[in-house]
């Protein structure tokens, strides 16, 4: 089992910036790739970025692409997305998720076996 506790959001501005945090516990954090999520009003679960066991890849959705940046602590067993550049169109629950397949890419929630509760990050316009 791996608990995943995101943090970090909250409401901004449109063109504001937030970081989101997700403080892994459990299993050997290092063993997982981790990816973010987000499911916005009257939208489906979409990706938003990933990031590889050890951080040497990252992937983007392109809604984020530019914007976000996804990057990871391995001695601190957390994974952080850096949002600038906010839009309202990013109004959103924000979700980490672990992924037993440490490398290469996967935008497809279902191959995520972990997943925190969320955090909501609300952009006004």
């Known amino acids: 089992q791996v608990q995943l506790v995101e943090s970090g959001g909250g409401l901004v501005q449109t063109g504001g910036s937030l970081r989101l945090s997700c403080a892994a516990s459990g299993r050997i954090f290092s063993n997982y790739a981790m990816g973010w999520f987000r499911h916005g009003p009257g939208k489906e679960r979409e990706f938003v970025a990933r990031?590889?066991?050890?951080?040497?890849?990252?992937y983007y959705a392109d809604s984020a692409k530019g914007r976000f940046t996804i990057a990871r602590d391995n001695g601190k067993n957390t994974v952080y997305l850096q949002m600038n550049s906010l839009k309202p169109e990013d109004t959103a629950v924000y979700y980490c998720?672990?992924?037993?397949?440490?490398?290469?890419?996967?935008?497809?929630?279902?191959?995520?076996?972990?997943w925190g509760q969320g955090t909501q990050v609300t952009v006004s316009s």
């Open positions: 998720a672990a992924d037993r397949k440490m490398t290469g890419t996967s935008d497809v929630w279902h191959e995520y076996e972990y």
């Open positions: 990031i590889t066991w050890n951080g040497g890849a990252t």
